[in-house]
């Protein structure tokens, strides 16, 4: 079953198909090999778009080495190798074709795919952006945003209460660091308790991964059930407060997106169909089209 929806913001299926013909197969192939080494780079590659696209737009800039990538909401970022895999490729192929940007919108998709979700197809023809800017890194979602503050950050992108549920469900796949949640196991909100919407027994699961004043780069899976398996389990785990970043939580406190939450946990909305439609709309945010930026020759750095 394959989705398709014709770009928004000047974007289009198919924007390569006669420019490089094989573009979307070669996205395609380095994905897999590089999934096949290790299939956690799927969710790697599907945080790297979301941080592309909420900092200034869909234009690659997270790519760039630069203060973005500096930036503490930045911290564990990875996947750049196979973004930068697939442009050698491309570059020798067809010089100064494929954007940096499109390349990780496809290498998104392709990952989540091969995580179990249906193929779609991404409208593509992004251009690059020429700057990377830590300034603007304040707009991506925090685990430790309110849903107010999230509902705030994804209107100021135009998406909804159902995009917000949706794209946050690709915590389905994800790892988190100790430092995002570890506040929540030992002293929420200077209590000297823990946070009280954590199911008491996760609490103790939690607490063993994360010991206090353990080592805060340690990785957990955010969905404790299948960590590699795009399904509904991440949005049971919410609606049982087995949520691990209270962001994802969070999403249980509040009236509109817990509806949203009990829907797909219990499959009336089928999540598999709702997240591409909803990649589709995120991954077209401020996207740079015709004559705007570029289309860097290396990845990481502008022309």
């Avoid at 009336?268 to 591409?276: G, L, T």
């Amino acid at each position: 079953m394959a989705f398709s929806a014709q770009g928004q913001g000047g974007l289009k299926n198919g924007f390569y198909s006669s420019s490089c013909p094989r573009a979307e197969a070669i996205v395609r192939s380095t994905v897999e090999s590089h999934f096949n080494k290790d299939p956690t780079i799927a969710a790697g590659l599907l945080r790297l778009l979301f941080h592309d696209c909420f900092v200034q737009g869909c234009d690659g800039s997270v790519l760039i080495e630069g203060e973005e990538r500096k930036a503490g909401p930045s911290f564990g970022l990875r996947g750049f190798e196979v973004i930068d895999d697939a442009k050698t490729q491309l570059e020798t192929l067809c010089p100064g074709v494929v954007s940096c940007a499109d390349i990780l919108a496809l290498a998104a998709r392709d990952a989540v795919n091969l995580s179990d979700i249906p193929i779609w197809s991404v409208p593509t023809g992004r251009r690059d952006g020429r700057t990377s800017s830590a300034f603007n890194v304040s707009n991506f979602p925090s685990p430790a945003d309110s849903i107010t503050v999230q509902r705030q950050k994804f209107a100021a992108k135009g998406l909804d209460d159902h995009d917000l549920v949706t794209l946050v469900g690709a915590h389905t796949i994800g790892q988190t660091a100790c430092l995002f949640f570890e506040y929540r196991l030992y002293n929420y909100s200077g209590t000297g308790k823990p946070d009280p919407t954590i199911n008491p027994e996760f609490l103790p699961q939690l607490q063993a991964l994360c010991p206090e004043n353990g080592d805060g780069s340690k990785m957990v899976a955010l969905d404790k059930d299948s960590q590699t398996k795009f399904d509904v389990s991440f949005f049971k785990n919410v609606k049982d407060g087995n949520g691990v970043l209270e962001s994802d939580q969070s999403l249980w406190g509040d009236a509109a997106t817990r509806t949203i939450v009990n829907n797909y946990a219990a499959n009336i909305i089928r999540f598999d169909v709702e997240f591409p439609k909803a990649m589709i709309k995120m991954s077209s945010i401020e996207v740079k089209t015709g004559a705007q930026g570029e289309i860097r020759k290396i990845c990481s750095k502008p022309n």
